[in-house]
């Protein structure tokens, strides 16, 4: 058996490099010769990292392998936390709290008949002005970020204009330190008395997860065990880590149709290709950048290691989603791929609730962007994108692109 017995100058640093442009050198490495590694992590402690395909999903789909507990005082941790520890378990707090039946139907694309030609209205009214501006452009401030984050106002059901406001206190929240930092606290606050205040607005929220939650608040057995901030936190929540994710991914994308146009090309040929050229896509990106926590709650034998309750246990999606044992040519985007179970979305109890809409809203950006900007290319060599430091998603700090 594997043990931890490894002296602490030894273990490698997590986590890997930033650069989303480029997989790992070690995602490679490890996932070939130890799937299961021990690394240090950002704050000084020990951690397993799981870096093949197999193995990744035996974790996420086993639920002795805890994402709530990752946030326990006293555990070993990935990074310092930066939210409330309550806020960790959300969907746990959903289900808990009997929310899951409003918070589904929002992110259900059914939900909303009206949500596609809105979208579409959306990506096309922000291209438009990238357009009329003329190149280069900055995708992620004109396109990726604005665009996500519309759609989340409207899933949350808050004004659009308001999208700034909430993703700038997300650039706060989802920093990963080695230790807590004194603004960390009041961003969360800030933007939790936002959503209480419209929540309680006069007149009352009709629409989206706010509408939802104000219609199940008249029902007295459900006013009894909520709170509003239960509810603004809830709703806080789906919004940071949709708006972030969906802008991330978006950004991906570009970066990948920039860089090979033929795949661009092929879109605007054959648009009938877009549900499985945004899978692929989704397998192919390293946005995530950090590696998904769990802390073990009993001793459970991963491959030829045992770990014990207690230890902390990270994901690398990376090195699962580029694992030629399930992903022939990993490093090839393929839109014709036969089989694709990537772990994008993550697995077991915590897949994420929201996919299908993920893919909606991916699949009419990257449409509206191969019709509107042919000749999409990088205004710059790709080794010159700056990549975020110290975040919890790899992303450019500016987007620049030609056409």
Request: net charge negative.
């Amino acid at each position: 058996m594997t043990t931890s017995t490894t002296p602490r100058t030894e273990l490698p640093p997590f986590p890997l490099s930033r650069r989303g442009d480029v997989l790992p050198a070690e995602a490679e490495r490890l996932r070939a010769e130890q799937p299961v590694a021990r690394v240090r992590t950002m704050t000084g402690d020990e951690a397993w990292l799981v870096s093949n395909y197999q193995l990744a999903k035996q974790v996420l789909e086993d639920d002795r392998f805890s994402l709530k507990d990752t946030a326990n005082p006293g555990v070993p941790r990935q990074y310092a936390l930066t939210i409330p520890p309550e806020v960790v378990n959300n969907m746990g707090n959903i289900n808990s709290a009997g929310l899951r039946d409003a918070v589904m139907k929002t992110l259900s694309p059914r939900a909303d008949r009206e949500l596609g030609s809105w979208l579409e209205a959306q990506a096309h009214g922000l291209l438009d002005r990238v357009i009329a501006e003329g190149a280069p452009a900055d995708l992620r401030d004109a396109f990726a970020e604005p665009y996500s984050a519309a759609l989340h106002c409207r899933l949350i059901g808050i004004p659009t204009d308001d999208w700034r406001r909430l993703m700038s206190g997300i650039d706060v929240a989802f920093i990963t330190s080695p230790q807590p930092f004194e603004g960390s606290t009041p961003n969360w606050y800030k933007d939790l008395g936002y959503l209480l205040d419209r929540l309680n607005a006069d007149p009352a929220p009709t629409r989206g997860l706010l509408g939802r939650f104000v219609e199940l608040r008249r029902s007295p057995e459900v006013s009894e065990q909520v709170s509003d901030e239960l509810l603004a936190t809830v709703a806080l929540s789906l919004f940071g880590a949709g708006a972030v994710s969906t802008s991330a991914f978006l950004q991906h994308a570009i970066i990948a149709l920039a860089q090979q146009p033929e795949l661009a090309d092929r879109l605007r040929a054959e648009p009938a290709v877009i549900g499985r050229a945004v899978d692929e896509l989704l397998r192919y990106n390293l946005s995530i950048g950090d590696a998904l926590p769990r802390i073990a709650l009993a001793d459970v034998k991963l491959g030829e290691v045992e770990i014990r309750a207690g230890e902390l246990v990270l994901v690398l999606i990376e090195g699962a989603n580029y694992d030629p044992e399930v992903f022939p040519e990993p490093e090839k985007i393929d839109f014709d791929r036969v089989s694709n179970p990537h772990l994008a979305f993550g697995g077991g109890r915590h897949f994420c609730p929201a996919s299908a809409l993920g893919r909606t809203h991916a699949e009419i950006a990257l449409t509206a962007l191969v019709q509107r900007l042919p000749g999409l290319r990088l205004a710059l060599p790709v080794e010159q994108l700056a990549w975020r430091p110290g975040f919890i998603k790899r992303l450019p700090e500016r987007l620049p692109v030609l056409w």
